[in-house]
């Protein structure tokens, strides 16, 4: 079998490019990626030896875009959609995988045009534009999102499996801004640090390497005990003398995520399914901003499911974690959440979904 793996521009369309790779390669499949010299496909995939060849086209987003910087996007695009009609002429893969963002344009319309078989997986609750558009040429279009998905799971890695429990009750609170962080989080962890402190409750604050310094000199400020780790280690998590945990990031975010008992982050759909996958309930604070507000729809979906709590950003108020702390240790309703959360996931997700593609193939 030869694959092209297509998309990215963001971590959270890699992180799952990155999932069906690890599959693809397991099963001794030849895996090519296509991708953009923009974003952070290069940074994910340059060097990776899973795959047998890597090709980064001069692509950009186009959706954000305005006047004639949106026509010069266009126009790029095209120009790169005439050099993946080549690279499928002379490669003749199985299939392409599409995980969509604007690095997969040029590689998802090249399978249409050549008939190669195409499958999307969606990562958003609210479907990207150029997903909208090749929905119905795709053999199966995955999402975890919509009722006739063939399967519903996440690709989510297996260690935030490996490291899932269920709560019982809530010690520590995490404050998860991603690798960029989130300065409204960061802000809230920051005005309620002394009043959780109070109620008995640890703080882990993941605030992104961009604030960390200023965010340092603001904690001392306060009069509880800060621990600051640039990146959270192993080694760093067997320190727990601190009221606040502050850290840059950390390339153990699911060792972090077993010791805490619920979240307040943003609902990017990797997080959000990780989370779901380790058991932790969160308080999603959508990225106002994000294309087509996809953030707002993730965490709807959980919410509508009684799984997850929903506050857009303009609405952020200290009021606002005390009522969802309140809910939470209401009765058994931490540990019933917790546990629901979990069978929302399942970490043979890919295995299931590369299953289903063969027997589309067949």
């Known amino acids: 079998m030869k694959i092209i793996v297509s998309g990215g521009g963001t971590g959270g369309h890699l992180s799952v490019a990155s999932a069906f790779i690890e599959e693809f390669h397991e099963r001794g499949w030849e895996c090519l990626f296509v991708g953009s010299q923009n974003g952070q496909d290069k940074m994910y995939f340059e060097k990776d030896s899973r795959i047998k060849e890597k090709i980064f ?3 950009c987003g186009v959706v954000n875009q305005k006047g004639l910087h949106k026509f010069q ?3 790029a695009h095209f120009k790169a959609l005439k050099e993946v009609l080549k690279i499928l002429q002379a490669q003749k893969p199985d299939f392409v995988f599409s995980v969509g963002g604007y690095s997969a344009a040029p590689m998802a319309f090249g399978a249409v045009l050549t008939h190669t078989p195409l499958f999307i997986h969606e ?3 609210k479907i990207g534009r150029l997903n909208r558009a090749l929905k119905g040429f795709a053999k199966i279009f995955f999402s975890s999102y919509e009722a006739k998905s063939p399967c519903k799971f996440y690709p989510t890695k297996q260690e935030f499996f490996d490291k899932a429990r269920v709560r019982s009750e809530i010690k520590n609170i995490l404050f998860m801004g991603g690798s960029q ?3 409204a989080i960061n802000h809230y962890a920051l005005s309620l640090a ?3 402190h109070t109620r008995g409750f640890k703080i882990f604050h993941q605030c992104g390497q961009k604030e960390l ?3 340092q000199e603001q904690y001392r400020n306060l009069p509880l005990k800060l621990r600051v780790f640039e990146e959270m280690c192993r080694e760093d998590l067997k320190i727990q003398d601190f009221d606040v945990g502050l850290f840059g990031f950390s390339k153990v975010m699911p060792d972090v995520m077993q010791l805490c008992d619920m979240a307040v982050c943003r609902a990017g759909a990797s997080s959000l399914w990780e ?5 932790i309930p969160a308080l999603f604070v959508p990225y106002p901003y994000a294309a087509g507000n996809h953030q707002y729809f993730n965490a709807k ?3 509508e499911k009684q799984l997850g709590f929903l506050c857009e950003e303009k609405e952020l108020y200290d009021e606002t974690l005390w009522s969802v702390l309140e809910v939470l240790q209401e009765e058994n309703n931490l540990r019933k959440i917790s546990q629901a959360l979990q069978e929302e996931c399942s970490s043979s997700a890919v295995y299931q979904m590369v299953e289903l593609m063969l027997e589309s193939l067949r």
């Not at 989370?275 to 058991?279: D, E, H, I, K, V």
């Open 301 to 303: 979906f959980l919410e």
């Open 275 to 279: 989370l779901c996958a380790n058991g």
């Open 123 to 125: 990562q958003n609750a």
């Open 194 to 196: 002394e009043a959780l």
């Open 181 to 183: 962080g989130a300065r």
């Open 213 to 215: 310094e200023s965010l």
């Open 57 to 59: 086209l001069q692509t």
């Open 73 to 75: 996007s266009l126009f």
